[in-house]
């Protein structure tokens, strides 16, 4: 059965600070890969996907993620946090056959220290 | 232009009451999805319209659960007879179309039975 997994429930980092949240996916096939983010009152804003080609994709905010096949994760980077980026974190995978079907993780809750 | 929309923001009902949670999709949107979001927990799939087709139901957890979408539309996802466990957020969101995995999310509606 496909499945997401973030490990990580609540990140603390430092303002300026690196960051990688953390994703595993259980997909049979060849997984459609999404990160959304979530502040406070809105809605879930896409960040980036990954369909196919350069495993390594940019989105918006100065994010990035990293598609390891081996390893079944699609990590979220971003190399400078800033205070705005406080909010819940939720990767997703897609079915590539059924494109109705997505499968969400439980999120991670990031919280910046000034 | 506007996002979708999400009406109410918030719901109280007691318990064994029916509610009814609307979601009007960006205009042009033929693709319309809702979710369950508990306390915790990734987002659930319940149900996937898309144009003229026979919506995708699987999701929904039991028959106390219906949604309809109205001339391709606004959609409304209907409770019956509440219970305690069906507290959550309930998020939906649109597509431009049925490919498109870009989808956009409403703010939610926060339902509480008491």
């Known amino acids: 059965a496909q499945s997401v997994t973030q490990p990580d429930i609540h990140i603390t980092v430092s303002e300026g600070a690196s960051l990688e949240l953390r994703c595993n996916y259980s997909?049979?096939?060849?997984?459609?890969l999404f990160w959304y983010v979530q502040s406070p009152g809105q809605g879930l804003q896409l960040l980036l996907k990954?369909?196919?080609?350069?495993?390594l994709v940019q989105g918006i905010k100065g994010f990035e993620a990293e598609f390891k096949r081996s390893q079944s994760s699609f990590n979220l980077r971003k190399p400078s946090v800033h205070w705005s980026d406080a909010a819940e974190y939720f990767c997703?995978?897609?079915?590539?056959?059924?494109?109705?079907?997505?499968?969400f993780g439980s999120g991670t809750k990031l919280n910046v220290k000034p | 232009g506007a996002g979708v929309s999400q009406s109410p923001s918030n719901k109280v009902t007691e318990k064994g009451k029916d509610v009814e949670l609307r979601c009007d999709p960006i205009?042009?949107?033929?693709?319309l999805y809702w979710y369950r979001q508990s306390l915790g927990q990734g987002l659930e799939f319940l149900i996937y319209?898309?144009?003229?087709?026979?919506?995708?139901k699987s999701g929904l957890p039991s028959d106390r659960f219906s949604a309809e979408r109205t001339g391709g539309s606004v959609s409304t996802l209907t409770i019956q007879r509440t219970q305690q466990e069906d507290s959550a957020v309930y998020l939906c969101?649109?597509?431009?179309?049925?490919?498109?995995?870009?989808?956009?999310f409403g703010p939610g509606t926060r339902l509480t039975v008491t």
């Open positions: 969101a649109s597509s431009i179309e049925r490919y498109s995995y870009e989808q956009y």
């Open positions: 997909y049979g096939a060849t997984p459609y």
């Open positions: 990954y369909f196919s080609g350069d495993t």
């Open positions: 997703a995978v897609g079915a590539s056959v059924n494109f109705n079907k997505f499968y």
């Open positions: 205009s042009g949107h033929t693709a």
């Open positions: 319209f898309q144009g003229n087709s026979a919506p995708d």
